[in-house]
C-alpha cells in the first residue's frame, strides 16, 4: 500500500494536475508539493502527488530498461 | 542493469553473519519478485517486518467495519487490500457478496467524492495506513470538514515508534534495517537516526527497483561489517533528509498521536494517529458509537512473528499446509504486501 509510482504532468488546474502514468492519464492532488510545472515528474501515491522528482530520476525508478536505454541515448 | 556486478559486491560479505529485516511490505514483494534472497551471502537472512498496514492491524478493525457496513444506508470505502482480511466476523468481500455497499477506491479522495454524490447515505472510509498514506487521508478530512455525511475509520500507523521496539527487543536479534522509501519520502532521513544509534542498527532507506535492492544490500552489509551505527539515503531520487514538510504539517493539523495495537507487536505507546478533536465529528467510531475491540489471531497464525521478524513465513505451521492466498488464516497472507503471500507466490516454500 505504501507503493509509488513516477507520473508527469501533462496539465495543472489548481490543486489537480492530469499526470501520464503508464500511458494512462490519471488526475492527481498536488497540495502536497511544491513547484509543480506541466512536464514535471511527481510521485503519485493514493491520487496524491508526495514528491518531485527529475526526468532521470523517475526513468530510474520505473525500473523500465528499455526506457533507460532510450534515454541515455537520447543524450 | 548492473544486478551481477552487484551480486560480485555481495560475495565480499562472505563470511558475515546477520539478520537483515525488510520493514516495508512492497520490499519483500519486490526482494521475492526479483529472487534476491538467493543472491546473499549464505549466513545472512532476509526478514520480514511490519510495513504491511493491512497485516499489522487488528482483525478487530475488520469486524468494526463489517459492522458499520451491514447498517442501514452505509457506504464502506477501501483500499483493495482490505477486502479479504480475515476476522471472527468474516471479511467484507463476504459482506459485500451478502449485499453490502462495500466499493474499493484507489485514492482517500475518491471516497470524498462517493459521499458528495450520496448525500443520503452515510459513508465510511477505511482509512488504513502508514506516513506515505497519513497526508493523502489528511488532505481528504480537511476536503471533509463541512459534509454531513463522510466518516473516518481509523487505524493509520507510525514507522518509527515500530522499530524502536523491533530495535529493543532482544529477540528481534536484527542487525540491520532496510528502511521504507516512501515512508522516508514523508519523515525524512533524520525520523531513523536516534533509532540506528540507540540501538546499534546500520539502516539504509532504499528504493524498489532491482538496483536499488542490490545497492542498498552491499551498503548495509558493508556498514555492518564496519559496525556503523548510520542511516544512509539510497533513495536520494525523492527522500531527503528532512521529509515533505507541507505533509507533515497537514498530518499535524488533522492528527494527534495515540497509542495503537499492532499485530505481533503489541500496543505501542504514540505509534498511532488520531483525530484531532476539532475533527471529531468525522471519527466513525464517535458517530457510529462504537468501539474497536481486540481480537486474538486465528489458531495456529503466526502472522504476529512474521511481522516481527521473529520466523519467516514457511517456518509457520500453516503456511502453504492450509492458509494459502486462495484460502487465507491470516493477513499476511492476504495483502499483496503480505510476507507469506510473497513467499508463496514466489515458491520460497
Given amino acids: 500500500m505504501c507503493l509509488a509510482i513516477p507520473a508527469k504532468v501533462i496539465k495543472i488546474e489548481g490543486d489537480i494536475a492530469e499526470v501520464e502514468l503508464a500511458d494512462v492519464i490519471i488526475k492527481a492532488n498536488i497540495q502536497l508539493v511544491e513547484g509543480v510545472e506541466v512536464g514535471s515528474w511527481l510521485l503519485i501515491h493514493a491520487g496524491y502527488a508526495i514528491g518531485v522528482m527529475s526526468e532521470e530520476e523517475a526513468m ?12 541515455n541515448e537520447s543524450g | 542493469m548492473k544486478v551481477d556486478n552487484i551480486k560480485y559486491d555481495l560475495s565480499r560479505f562472505g563470511e558475515l553473519s546477520a539478520n537483515l529485516m525488510e520493514v516495508c511490505g512492497t520490499h519483500t514483494m519486490a526482494f521475492s519478485r526479483y529472487g534476491m534472497y538467493d543472491m546473499l551471502p549464505k549466513d545472512v537472512r532476509l526478514l520480514s517486518g511490519p510495513g504491511c498496514p493491512v497485516c499489522v492491524t487488528d482483525g478487530g478493525f475488520i469486524s468494526t467495519a463489517i459492522g458499520l457496513g451491514r447498517e442501514k444506508d452505509v457506504i464502506i470505502t477501501t483500499f483493495g487490500d482490505m477486502l479479504r482480511v480475515p476476522s ?33 447515505k452515510r459513508v465510511v472510509f477505511l482509512a488504513v495506513g502508514f506516513e506515505t498514506t497519513i497526508p493523502t487521508v489528511a488532505l481528504s478530512i480537511l476536503a471533509s470538514r463541512e459534509l454531513k455525511n463522510h466518516y473516518f475509520l481509523t487505524a493509520l500507523r507510525l514507522i518509527p515508534p515500530a522499530l524502536n521496539i523491533i530495535g529493543s527487543r532482544k529477540e528481534s536479534r536484527i542487525n540491520g534495517f532496510i528502511l521504507p522509501g516512501h515512508v522516508s519520502v514523508i519523515i525524512g532521513r533524520m525520523a531513523y537516526e536516534k533509532i540506528a544509534e540507540r540501538y546499534k542498527i546500520p539502516s539504509v532507506i532504499s528504493g524498489f527497483n532491482a538496483n536499488d535492492l542490490m545497492s ?12 556503523r551505527n548510520e542511516v544512509v539515503n539510497n533513495y536520494e531520487r ?14 499535524e493539523e488533522c492528527f494527534d498521536v495515540v497509542d495503537i495495537k499492532w499485530r505481533g507487536l503489541g500496543v505501542i505507546e504514540k505509534s498511532g494517529m488520531g483525530l484531532k478533536a476539532d475533527l471529531s465529528h468525522l471519527d466513525a467510531r464517535k458517530a457510529f458509537e462504537t468501539e474497536i475491540t481486540e481480537e486474538d489471531e486465528p489458531e495456529g497464525c503466526a502472522c504476529g512473528d512474521v511481522l516481527a521478524g521473529l520466523i519467516t513465513p514457511p517456518e509457520c505451521s500453516l503456511f502453504s499446509v492450509v492458509c494459502s492466498p486462495d484460502d487465507p488464516i491470516g493477513p499476511c497472507m492476504v495483502s ?14
Fill in chain 2, 336 to 349: 499483496s504486501e503480505g510476507a507469506c503471500a510473497a513467499y508463496f507466490k514466489y515458491g520460497r516454500l
Fill in chain 2, 238 to 251: 525523492v527522500v531527503t533528509d528532512v521529509g515533505n514538510k507541507r505533509a507533515q504539517e497537514v498530518m
Fill in chain 1, 60 to 71: 530510474e525508478s520505473l525500473d523500465l530498461i528499455s526506457q533507460v536505454l532510450k534515454y
Fill in chain 2, 216 to 227: 542498498s544490500l552491499s551498503i548495509l552489509l558493508s556498514m555492518i561489517k564496519e559496525k
Fill in chain 2, 88 to 120: 471472527r466476523c468474516g471479511c467484507l468481500e463476504l459482506v459485500r457478496a451478502e449485499g453490502a455497499d462495500v466499493r474499493v477506491v484507489y485514492s482517500p479522495h475518491q471516497s470524498v467524492d462517493i459521499a458528495q454524490a450520496n448525500p443520503k
